[in-house]
């Protein structure tokens, strides 16, 4: 049989390569005769730059920029160059993400995305010429007006007094903005940002009230960060004719998305349709006989544009079979048969701590999968004993 891996990470535990891996190992542990390709695929999120530069051969690049709290951080981006085009890759996470920010400091008012303008300057010494940011994983939620900053962009309050934006905390005391100072070469670079398609910036399902919560926000704070969403779409389009309020993507890491958009000219993508640029992963799915994908939740959010459920989309139009495997499988995961996924499995075999499970997933990922590719065999030995029974009964 042909297999083709296309998983996910599972994140803070395994990079999506770990997994891939793991889960080929417990292929071959049923039998060295399958054909096993393995894509690692990454969402924009933990991992991002690794899975791209490794499939790109580039290179990391180390860098020490301000983190979501304001203290400096070691982080990375990554380069490589192809087609005749250097192309760097940014990892908001790796940068800004919620790991990013101590547990006792989680309030979105005051975390800074500057750290994310520092790191595209950086692309930029580095002779960038394209720029790939993932949004993912954030830790965040100043409408990018940190990540401004870095670049080159001026916020003054009414007494045209310079600001200095800290969180979403300041956005609603910003009163006029001046791009005039912006590095040229950031409006000169072609930047796409791989988002969340289905998250906007403003309103009822806006950013501030769908994640503000997750991310350490009261009520209370929830309420002020969704009306300094509605002041920063509104200080947008007074800039540039256009309202971001329900652009989609435009909420993707508490309001980046707008933020790029807004201040530097990026391009929004559905992040799995931009990474597809990137990694092909069509033709593999075509030419094999099951697909194989894993993420580590599998629920109710899973078919909004996660990994799993886009692979599933792709290989529907082959009309392959799809397995996926889950960490943990949550709410109302069996809408994920709706979306292509023929059958899933949490790769947990008894119940036990988390700390626990992150030290014995890949062990547990690859037990997992020699089950579950041996229960394949089986109802294919099945088919095969049955289509030779009615053979013989047909002579």
């Not at 007494?159 to 200095?164: D, I, K, R, V």
């Not at 007074?238 to 309001?255: I, P």
Request: charged share 25%.
């Amino acid at each position: 049989m042909k297999m083709v891996v296309i998983p996910s990470g599972f994140k803070e535990c395994l990079s999506s390569e770990e997994v891939g891996r793991s889960i080929e190992k417990g292929i071959n542990r049923v039998g060295a005769e399958h054909e096993v390709t393995v894509i690692p695929m990454a969402d924009g999120g933990e991992g991002f730059v690794e899975t791209i530069v490794k499939l790109k051969e580039g290179k990391i690049i180390n860098t020490h920029v301000t983190g979501p709290v304001g203290e400096k951080i070691d982080s990375f981006f990554g380069m490589f160059h192809e087609n005749g085009v250097r192309t760097a890759v940014i990892e908001m996470a790796a940068i800004a993400g919620l790991r990013h920010v101590p547990h006792n400091q989680r309030n979105p008012l005051y975390t800074t995305t500057y750290g994310v303008g520092e790191t595209i300057i950086e692309a930029v010494n580095n002779n960038a010429e394209r720029i790939l940011i993932g949004c993912g994983d954030s830790g965040t939620s100043d409408g990018g007006t940190g990540m401004a900053q870095a670049v080159g962009v001026k916020f003054y309050d009414n007494n045209n007094e310079l600001l200095n934006i800290t969180g979403g905390v300041d956005i609603g005391k910003i009163h006029r903005v001046d791009l005039s100072d912006i590095d040229p070469r950031v409006l000169n670079v072609n930047i796409d940002v791989a988002v969340n398609w289905k998250n906007v910036l403003c309103g009822e399902r806006g950013v501030a009230k769908v994640f503000g919560p997750q991310k350490g926000a009261s009520k209370e704070d929830v309420q002020l960060l969704s009306d300094n969403f509605d002041h920063l779409a509104k200080l947008i389009q007074e800039l540039t004719g256009d309202d971001l309020s329900y652009v989609n993507g435009g909420g993707a890491s508490g309001g980046l998305g707008a933020g790029l958009v807004g201040f530097t000219g990026a391009e929004l993508h559905p992040r799995f349709d931009i990474i597809r640029r990137y990694i092909e992963i069509s033709d593999a799915i075509e030419h094999a006989d099951i697909v194989i994908t894993a993420e580590g939740c599998i629920d109710y959010q899973t078919p909004n544009d996660k990994i799993p459920s886009e692979v599933a989309r792709i290989a529907k139009q082959y009309n392959k079979p799809v397995v996926a495997f889950a960490g943990t499988i949550g709410k109302k995961a069996s809408l994920n048969y709706d979306s292509g996924i023929d059958a899933y499995a949490s790769i947990i075999p008894k119940p036990a701590t988390l700390e626990k499970s992150m030290t014995d997933a890949a062990k547990w990922l690859e037990k997992c999968t020699e089950n579950t590719i041996r229960k394949i065999m089986i109802g294919t030995q099945v088919a095969q004993n049955l289509k030779k029974s009615l053979e013989q009964s047909v002579k």
